[in-house]
């Protein structure tokens, strides 16, 4: 039976494009929305930060570096945040009602930079119990790590929790777990497998 239902944060309770912000950045800087792209990935920045390794400040200042701009602070963050759009995916009423019957917990690679601006902006995260982040714990999916941080936040055992994420290979690291795990496909798609692990919707 399932006891706790385990989300993905991006492309599963809202909407993701990271070229969005690679094209304010792109112009801003003066290159192009590929330039800007290749330039962060082989970086590897992006992981940095998501796994907790360095402070918001640091990663302003090292990416605008990398990109040869020099915003404010404040310029940077909303460039970083912009890659958020369209609203969220999964309402927050269906959320909601689940949370009535079951205990939640937001499980999902992201960054200090990130989830603190969109916490206050995103009404759903408020009918979580817990919350996994990988930029808290120093851990990204699919990482045994952070599914264990989640399962001992869950309060129930692996195959007791529900978890749906966009990605993959994330859902494979949740299933080597023992976590029920299903590709999130869309809110119609998501209802009918939470209804077929017995989950009342």
């Known amino acids: 039976m399932v006891k706790a239902l385990l989300f993905d944060l991006g492309r599963v309770l809202v909407n993701v494009d990271f070229d969005m912000g690679y094209s304010r950045m792109a112009a801003l800087s003066g290159l192009?929305?590929?330039?800007?792209?290749?330039?962060?990935?082989?970086?590897?920045?992006?992981?940095?930060?998501?796994?907790?390794?360095?402070?918001?400040?640091?990663?302003?200042?090292?990416?605008?570096?990398?990109?040869?701009?020099?915003?404010?602070?404040?310029?940077?963050?909303?460039?970083?945040?912009?890659?958020?759009?369209?609203?969220?995916?999964?309402?927050?009423?269906?959320?909601?009602?689940?949370?009535?019957?079951?205990?939640?917990?937001?499980?999902?690679?992201?960054?200090?930079?990130?989830?603190?601006?969109?916490?206050?902006?995103?009404?759903?995260?408020?009918?979580?119990?817990?919350?996994t982040l990988s930029y808290k714990l120093g851990s990204q999916k699919p990482a045994p790590a952070i599914y264990r941080d989640a399962i001992v936040k869950a309060g129930c055992e692996p195959g007791e929790c529900f978890y749906t994420d966009d990605v993959a290979e994330y859902i494979d690291g949740a299933r080597a777990a023992g976590i029920q795990a299903v590709q999130f496909r869309g809110l119609g798609r998501l209802g009918a497998d939470l209804r077929a692990a017995g989950v009342v919707v």
């Not at 999964?90 to 200090?112: C, K, M, Q, W």
């Open 32 to 131: 192009t929305l590929e330039e800007v792209r290749d330039r962060l990935q082989a970086s590897r920045l992006g992981y940095a930060f998501e796994s907790g390794l360095m402070p918001s400040s640091e990663f302003a200042s090292r990416v605008s570096e990398l990109m040869g701009v020099s915003p404010s602070f404040e310029e940077f963050a909303e460039i970083w945040y912009s890659v958020f759009h369209e609203g969220p995916l999964v309402p927050e009423e269906f959320i909601a009602g689940l949370h009535d019957r079951y205990r939640l917990v937001l499980l999902s690679n992201t960054n200090a930079l990130h989830y603190e601006m969109l916490e206050p902006r995103l009404p759903v995260l408020k009918h979580f119990d817990a919350f």
